[in-house]
């Protein structure tokens, strides 16, 4: 079991947006701005799309957001494409004894 | 160009070791946190280890602890993960990592990965 909880699944139509959330606890998610968030298209490495809660790195789309609020961090995904399709997985530093932890994923389905 | 290349995964069996590789390019591999984080088949990501710039200080998860251990050569821009004691969970396609600027806490850069697979 994973330490932050991630939906399972999240799907939208082209244009839609959607949102995913991440809930972790005052150790992780809740206690820290070390929040971030990555992208699994199918068969490729993750690539990071957000980093201390909700920043962008250079090159990621600005239709991609993200906020936390208590233990729950989210990222929301503004007019979907088909490119989008992926799985999305949020990560927190962790107070605990391995100080890095991943939710368990999210399946990002284009409709 | 910036890149990262894993290598070293096999088969190997329950209680055998392995020795994997992560040769880097394109940027000034000494000055980066570099990253372990491994992926089982059909599984969400795991973070397994950590290692500073200099390679003084590592940090491991729990499930690791003891039996890898991370280090790197900064003469040959290549990162290392050993380990020792495998079980059949520790199979997973391990990812190298760069971290994003100065912050341990941002894989901003990965390789395609090396698959591990321990079983009889």
Not at chain 1, 82 to 88: G, I, M, Q, S
Not at chain 2, 15 to 33: D, E, I, T
């Amino acid at each position: 079991q994973s330490a932050l909880t991630q939906p399972a699944s999240v799907s939208g139509s082209p244009g839609q947006s959607i949102t995913i959330s991440c809930t972790g606890t005052t150790s992780d998610v809740g206690g820290y701005k070390y929040v971030s968030w990555y992208q699994q298209q199918p068969g490729k490495a993750p690539k990071l799309m957000i980093y201390d809660v909700s920043n962008r790195p250079p090159g990621v789309s600005n239709r991609f957001s993200a906020s936390k609020s208590v233990n729950t961090a989210s990222l929301t995904i503004s007019g979907l494409q088909a490119e989008d399709e992926a799985d999305y997985y949020c990560s927190s530093y962790t107070s605990s004894s391995t100080p890095w932890v991943f939710g368990g994923g999210t399946k990002l389905t284009v409709l | 160009e910036m890149q990262v290349l894993e290598s070293g995964g096999g088969l190997v069996q329950p209680g055998g070791s392995l020795r994997l590789s992560c040769a880097a390019s394109g940027f000034s591999f000494s000055s980066y946190v570099m990253s372990w984080v491994r992926q089982a088949p059909g599984k969400g990501l795991e973070w397994v280890s950590s290692l500073s710039g200099s390679g003084a200080i590592t940090h491991y998860a729990d499930s690791v602890m003891s039996r890898f251990t991370i280090s790197r050569d900064n003469s040959k821009n290549t990162l290392y993960l050993q380990m020792n004691s495998l079980r059949a969970e520790d199979t997973a396609v391990y990812y190298c990592a760069k971290a994003l600027g100065s912050d341990w806490s941002y894989f901003g850069y990965w390789g395609q990965g090396t698959l591990v697979t321990v079983s009889s």
